[in-house]
């Protein structure tokens, strides 16, 4: 799951047949979280206190095409990350219902 968050692979480059996957990966909702956390509204400048700065951090949401917008995006992650969660708690308790008691 960790080569469809978009780190190790561009999720543009991946096969059609495939690309579903991305929607499944917890650390796709998490990276896209941290990054809007850490990139929105900040400018990177030279050391020495220019007025030029080569790099904002909307242009690295853009060029990562991560929707950064409004704050719905930041909450999608969220609420993404809870449904997997709560999806993998509920397969867990089917299974340990599922299992035989033993004495």
């Known amino acids: 799951m960790m080569i469809f968050c978009g780190f190790i692979v561009d999720l543009s480059s991946i096969f059609s047949w495939l690309s579903w996957i991305q929607w499944l990966s917890a650390f796709r909702y998490a990276s896209n979280m941290l990054i809007i956390n850490e990139f929105s509204e900040i400018t990177f400048c030279p ?53 035989k008691k033993t004495k």
């Open 47 to 99: 050391w020495n206190q220019t007025d030029f700065c080569l790099v904002t951090g909307t242009s690295v949401l853009k060029q990562k095409k991560i929707p950064y917008e409004t704050s719905w995006n930041v909450w999608q992650n969220i609420f993404a990350l809870a449904m997997i969660t709560i999806g993998f708690l509920l397969l867990a308790f089917v299974q340990l219902i599922r299992m």
